[in-house]
């Protein structure tokens, strides 16, 4: 906020193009112009970007994942295995994922996404399986067709990015998309080549 930062909290319904930048018609009421702007609405960046003019092969794809509650250092590192993996923290949490389950937009927890899950996790750490997980939950990733992002500026606009696609990569890629993404918006040179995450190659 010291830097001059202003935060709106508001769903954005449609985004019109300008000269420059573009305009956010917000769904409470109301719009934002600016400059420039990076669309990343996670699967439904794609809703945003198709009145645009560009479409990508976009979905939802469900996630579900359990919490168990062990002495710290019990899983001194990510397990990490084709079946699933478990990631430790600090204070001892286990978090066992995840589930995949493509064109689901749903967020709530299953009853065979929690059988499937201790399954999993007790094959990986055998303790596990006189543990009752302490939470379950599920999330939406941003499913895509292709292994790597769409990450730049949206074709036939001037000033308006996109990141969309990131799938189960998000928290590993975000920091190198973000350094990406920030130098290409401030008219840098990034020190990725961008056009392998260029938009311009998705379907029309």
Known sequence: LGQGVTFVNAAVGAVRPGARGAELTLSRGGTLSAPRVLLC??????????????????FPAKGEMLLYRLPPGRVPTIVLTDQGYLIPRADGAVLAGSTLNPGDATTYPTVT???????????????LASVTPSHHWAGVRPGSDRDWPYLGPVPGTRGVFAAAGLHRNGLVAAPASAELLARLMCGETPSLDPAAYSLSGAPS
């Open 41 to 58: 609405a996670g699967a439904w960046t794609s809703a945003l970007l198709a009145p645009l003019g560009v479409r990508l092969p976009l």
């Open 113 to 127: 996404g929690r059988w499937a899950l201790q399954a999993m996790a007790a094959s990986l750490l055998p303790e």
